[in-house]
Nanobody, 120 residues
Framework: QVQLVESGGGLVQAGGSLRLSCAAS????????MRWYRQAPGKQRELVAT???????NYADFVKGRFTISRDNAKNTVYLQMNSLTPEDTAVYYC??????????????WGQGTLVTVSS
Protein backbone atom coordinates (compact mmCIF):
# COMPACT_ATOMS: atom_id res chain seq x y z
CA GLN A 1 0.00 0.00 0.00
CA VAL A 2 1.30 3.42 -0.95
CA GLN A 3 1.10 6.36 1.41
CA LEU A 4 1.67 10.01 0.59
CA VAL A 5 2.46 12.38 3.45
CA GLU A 6 2.55 16.14 2.90
CA SER A 7 4.38 18.67 5.02
CA GLY A 8 5.40 22.30 4.90
CA GLY A 9 2.09 24.08 5.13
CA GLY A 10 1.47 26.96 7.47
CA LEU A 11 0.68 30.64 7.80
CA VAL A 12 2.51 33.15 5.63
CA GLN A 13 2.03 36.79 4.75
CA ALA A 14 1.07 37.87 1.26
CA GLY A 15 4.14 38.05 -0.93
CA GLY A 16 5.88 35.34 1.03
CA SER A 17 6.98 31.84 0.12
CA LEU A 18 6.44 28.29 1.29
CA ARG A 19 7.81 24.95 0.19
CA LEU A 20 5.58 21.91 0.41
CA SER A 21 6.92 18.38 0.44
CA CYS A 22 5.21 15.06 -0.20
CA ALA A 23 6.99 11.85 0.67
CA ALA A 24 5.82 8.51 -0.66
CA SER A 25 6.25 5.28 1.22
CA UNK A 26 5.24 1.68 0.70
CA UNK A 27 5.68 -0.74 -2.15
CA UNK A 28 5.33 0.43 -5.73
CA UNK A 29 6.91 0.07 -9.15
CA UNK A 30 6.73 3.77 -9.96
CA UNK A 31 4.86 6.99 -9.24
CA UNK A 32 4.00 8.69 -12.48
CA UNK A 33 2.90 11.37 -12.62
CA MET A 34 2.87 13.15 -9.29
CA ARG A 35 0.59 16.12 -8.81
CA TRP A 36 -0.39 18.86 -6.42
CA TYR A 37 -4.03 19.82 -6.03
CA ARG A 38 -5.62 22.39 -3.79
CA GLN A 39 -9.06 23.02 -2.35
CA ALA A 40 -10.07 26.38 -0.98
CA PRO A 41 -12.98 26.72 1.45
CA GLY A 42 -16.27 26.37 -0.39
CA LYS A 43 -14.59 25.58 -3.70
CA GLN A 44 -13.88 22.48 -5.73
CA ARG A 45 -10.51 20.80 -5.69
CA GLU A 46 -8.32 22.03 -8.53
CA LEU A 47 -5.13 20.82 -10.14
CA VAL A 48 -2.14 23.02 -9.44
CA ALA A 49 0.84 21.29 -11.02
CA THR A 50 2.00 17.98 -12.46
CA UNK A 51 5.40 16.37 -12.89
CA UNK A 52 6.30 13.14 -14.64
CA UNK A 53 9.03 10.76 -13.59
CA UNK A 54 11.12 12.23 -16.38
CA UNK A 55 10.71 15.74 -15.04
CA UNK A 56 8.16 17.15 -17.48
CA UNK A 57 6.05 19.73 -15.71
CA ASN A 58 2.71 21.39 -16.27
CA TYR A 59 1.05 24.19 -14.33
CA ALA A 60 -2.34 25.74 -13.91
CA ASP A 61 -2.46 29.24 -15.34
CA PHE A 62 -3.12 30.76 -11.94
CA VAL A 63 0.28 29.61 -10.58
CA LYS A 64 2.51 29.92 -13.65
CA GLY A 65 5.59 31.94 -12.88
CA ARG A 66 5.02 31.71 -9.11
CA PHE A 67 5.02 28.00 -8.24
CA THR A 68 7.57 25.36 -9.15
CA ILE A 69 7.02 21.61 -8.90
CA SER A 70 10.01 19.30 -8.63
CA ARG A 71 10.74 15.76 -7.52
CA ASP A 72 13.55 13.67 -6.14
CA ASN A 73 13.02 10.19 -7.49
CA ALA A 74 15.66 8.71 -5.19
CA LYS A 75 13.70 9.97 -2.19
CA ASN A 76 10.25 9.36 -3.71
CA THR A 77 9.42 12.94 -2.84
CA VAL A 78 7.71 15.73 -4.74
CA TYR A 79 7.97 19.38 -3.83
CA LEU A 80 6.00 22.53 -4.51
CA GLN A 81 7.89 25.79 -4.15
CA MET A 82 5.34 28.59 -3.82
CA ASN A 83 6.46 32.20 -4.22
CA SER A 84 4.61 35.52 -4.35
CA LEU A 85 1.73 34.03 -2.40
CA THR A 86 -1.60 35.84 -2.26
CA PRO A 87 -4.63 35.32 -0.02
CA GLU A 88 -6.27 33.59 -2.99
CA ASP A 89 -3.72 30.80 -2.60
CA THR A 90 -5.17 29.89 0.79
CA ALA A 91 -6.27 26.27 0.59
CA VAL A 92 -5.59 22.73 1.66
CA TYR A 93 -2.91 21.39 -0.67
CA TYR A 94 -3.03 17.71 -1.57
CA CYS A 95 -0.38 15.48 -3.04
CA UNK A 96 -1.57 12.95 -5.62
CA UNK A 97 0.08 10.25 -7.67
CA UNK A 98 -0.59 7.37 -10.00
CA UNK A 99 1.11 4.53 -8.13
CA UNK A 100 2.06 1.64 -10.39
CA UNK A 101 2.32 -1.84 -8.90
CA UNK A 102 3.77 -3.09 -12.19
CA UNK A 103 4.37 -1.43 -15.60
CA UNK A 104 0.67 -1.60 -16.49
CA UNK A 105 -1.52 -1.32 -13.40
CA UNK A 106 -1.91 1.67 -11.14
CA UNK A 107 -4.05 3.15 -8.42
CA UNK A 108 -4.53 6.84 -7.81
CA UNK A 109 -3.42 7.77 -4.30
CA TRP A 110 -3.89 10.91 -2.24
CA GLY A 111 -2.20 12.44 0.73
CA GLN A 112 -4.09 13.81 3.71
CA GLY A 113 -3.46 17.43 2.77
CA THR A 114 -1.60 20.32 4.32
CA LEU A 115 -3.15 23.70 5.03
CA VAL A 116 -1.66 26.85 3.55
CA THR A 117 -3.00 30.14 4.86
CA VAL A 118 -1.91 33.44 3.30
CA SER A 119 -2.72 36.56 5.27
CA SER A 120 -3.17 39.97 3.67
Amino acid sequence: QVQLVESGGGLVQAGGSLRLSCAASGSFFSLNPMRWYRQAPGKQRELVATITSGGTTNYADFVKGRFTISRDNAKNTVYLQMNSLTPEDTAVYYCNADAYSDPFRYLEVWGQGTLVTVSS
